[in-house]
């Protein structure tokens, strides 16, 4: 396996043949669409031995039920669970499903051996996360077990494979009841065969500030749970500065943050699947990112004929543009930034990697995640 990075004067006959792979190769593991135009600066994925398909983690990511059937179909075999967001809850107790049916995706990750994991957030009819539905129900046995009986009958009825609570924003004062309902929930779901992850909020530190980390008791919820995910991304964000969404420096220090508390078995690292595009200058408050995903973001370059740079202390790609007269600056992903995730996934021994999100395919993490986790294919007895 080899990653290259574009040259000037580069064009994917040049790279092919250099590299020993069919051209036709280069352009369908890389996305490059037709006139096979190239960034200066861009990162290719040049496939090497042949693997089987499976790779020996657990991969899980995030998708809405409005998924582009053709992005679930050709993301479905490279995944152990995929995580279908959200269903949330009122002050009652009561399940809210998510806005559109997603019971065509159980089906269909069913077909394809991929466990569906119910999602439960408490998001608010704003779409934002709400602490005060977080405090009602872990300060309230009787609504716990109230949504508890709910999920177990949607579980049961629609096909789920198991259950994932990403709960953000809980407040300090809810750190151990917050803790205490994972368990609870864990212990509910394992009688009847449903493992139970958490989402967690990427700390560095047991005490660290700040109303995303108080209430999120990594030492609790890695007893409490089967599995965490750790949500290794936005640091770069929609209202931030404009820098890496998930640099290796600090998703590092997350990462041995998390294993003085939890067990390496139980531990996914958080990729993101997108980048941001910020209009320049940045002024809090005020300036706002757009999503951009990891293919679009090479495109923007492309279109803009600027180079595409690397940042070797986050290890991730990024470059500014000019349109309308305003200057943009775009960081995202691409295979070199999440070949350094996948490094630390294995120097750590880390069981899994989970995705926010699954919209958008990005073929070349796949086939990297292949080259890099699942056995070679064995010709002999």
């Known amino acids: 396996m080899l990653i290259y990075v574009v040259e000037e004067g580069d064009n994917v006959d040049q790279i092919a043949s250099s590299v020993g792979v069919?051209?036709?190769?280069?352009?369908?593991?890389n996305q490059i669409e037709y006139p096979y135009r190239l960034a200066v600066g861009q990162a290719l994925f040049i496939r090497g031995e042949e693997r089987l398909?499976?790779?020996?983690?657990?991969?899980?990511?995030?998708?809405?039920?409005?998924?582009?059937?053709?992005?679930?179909e050709s993301t479905l075999p490279w995944l152990t669970a995929i995580y279908v967001f959200s269903y949330g809850f009122t002050m009652d107790g009561d399940l809210i499903p998510p806005s559109k049916n997603e019971?065509?995706?159980?089906?269909?990750?069913?077909?394809?051996?991929?466990?569906?994991v119910l999602t439960l957030t408490p998001l608010g009819s704003d779409g934002h996360f709400?602490?005060?539905?977080?405090?009602?129900l872990v300060q309230n046995k009787s609504m716990q077990r109230k949504l508890l009986l709910g999920l177990g009958n949607v579980m049961q009825e629609m096909g789920y494979g198991g259950l994932d609570i990403d709960f953000e924003y809980v407040q300090a004062e809810d750190r151990e009841a917050f803790a205490e309902f994972v368990g609870f929930a864990t212990q509910a779901m394992n009688l009847f065969g449903y493992p139970v992850s958490v989402a967690l909020a990427p700390k560095t530190s047991r005490d660290q500030r700040g109303l995303?980390?108080?209430?999120?008791?990594?030492?609790l919820l890695g007893a409490a749970a089967n599995r965490v995910m750790l949500m290794t991304y936005e640091w770069g964000y929609t209202y931030g500065p404009p820098m890496a969404v998930a640099p290796i420096n600090m998703v590092r220090r997350v990462v041995d943050y998390a294993l003085t508390e939890i067990p390496a078995e139980k531990i996914s690292l958080g990729i993101p699947n997108y980048g941001y595009d910020w209009p320049l200058p940045y002024v809090r408050g005020t300036t706002k990112a757009v999503t951009v995903g990891n293919r679009e973001a090479v495109q923007l370059a492309i279109d803009h004929g600027v180079e595409i740079r690397f940042?070797?202390?986050?290890?991730?790609?990024?470059?500014?543009?000019?349109?309308?007269?305003?200057?943009h600056e775009v960081w995202f992903e691409d295979v070199r930034s999440i070949k350094a995730k996948f490094d630390l996934v294995k120097e750590k021994g880390l069981s899994g990697v989970g995705y926010w999100q699954l919209m958008r395919y990005f073929r070349a993490n796949w086939l990297l995640l292949e080259e890099m986790f699942a056995p070679k294919r064995s010709f002999g007895i």
């Not at 995706?105 to 466990?115: C, F, T, W, Y």
Request: hydrophobic share 35%; charged share 25%; proline share 7%.
């Open 22 to 29: 069919p051209v036709d190769v280069l352009i369908y593991d």
């Open 53 to 72: 398909r499976k790779p020996s983690l657990y991969v899980s990511g995030y998708a809405y039920p409005y998924i582009q059937e053709s992005v679930l």
């Open 103 to 116: 019971e065509w995706m159980v089906r269909e990750a069913l077909k394809k051996g991929v466990r569906p």
């Open 130 to 136: 709400n602490n005060n539905l977080v405090n009602a």
């Open 212 to 219: 995303l980390y108080e209430g999120i008791d990594y030492r």
């Open 311 to 327: 940042d070797k202390v986050a290890m991730s790609p990024y470059f500014r543009y000019w349109q309308y007269g305003i200057q």
